[in-house]
């Protein structure tokens, strides 16, 4: 079953615009994970955040997370073209489990 | 720099065949998982293994089966491949004591599977 269902499914921005992607899921949660995936490629970690932090830092990306509402955001600052892929949030339920992903947003950046 | 290498990035097969997809990791993980990846579904967990000769069922076991004799590669099995496996096949693995606390995975490069 999907646990993290990524909202919108699909964003269009101009390059230097901000791009925020979000994410809920259902039950409690260990950590919560942003990848990104580049078109027919494989996933590559972005960044983590803990149940216990409500926001994290890493370079042009900002996370947050609510654990009230089971929900997190990604926030791409100055968006480039480069940044154009599709962004996966996955849930840990512990922290050695399995992760289970949502669906993702295609975000493309236009020059 | 490849860390995790699928050893097959397209394949095409015929409805019935036997098909081996690869998966090799250098980074001495104790965890390997194999996924799948559709449009609409995102990526769903077919099987894992958290140590050599262990296997764990995952959400869509169904049609698979998975081989773990060396730690460092992970195989997926379709004893007989249907058309409803036409997939990208991804392959990860993650260490089992993570600094982070937490279960990062790393990605190979996926296998698209064409069955028909």
């Known amino acids: 079953s999907q646990q993290g269902e990524e909202d919108p499914q699909a964003l269009s921005i101009q390059e230097g615009e901000n791009a925020t992607m979000n994410c809920s899921y259902k039950t409690s949660i260990n950590n919560l994970q942003w990848y990104r995936q580049n078109s027919g490629r494989g996933l590559v970690h972005l960044i983590l955040i803990r149940s216990n932090e409500r926001e994290k830092h890493s370079g042009r990306l900002r996370v947050t997370l609510d654990t009230s509402k089971k929900s997190s955001s990604l926030l791409i600052t100055a968006s480039r073209a480069a940044d154009t892929a599709s962004y996966f949030c996955a849930t840990g339920e512990t922290s050695g489990s399995r992760l289970t992903f949502g669906e993702g947003t295609q975000l493309t950046v236009n020059p | 720099d490849v860390k995790v290498t699928q050893s097959s990035r397209y394949l095409v097969k015929r409805t019935g065949e036997k098909v081996f997809l690869e998966c090799v990791q250098d980074?001495?993980?104790?965890?390997m998982f194999w996924y799948r990846q559709d449009p609409g579904l995102g990526l769903r967990l077919i099987y894992f293994s958290y140590d050599v000769k262990m296997k764990e069922k995952g959400d869509i076991p169904e049609g698979y089966s998975v081989s773990r004799e060396k730690k460092e590669r992970f195989s997926l099995i379709l004893e007989s491949a249907s058309t409803n496996q036409t997939s990208m096949y991804l392959c990860a693995s993650s260490p089992r004591m993570s600094r982070v606390g937490a279960n990062v995975l790393t990605f190979g490069a996926g296998s698209r599977l064409t069955v028909l």
């Open positions: 980074m001495d993980h104790e965890n």
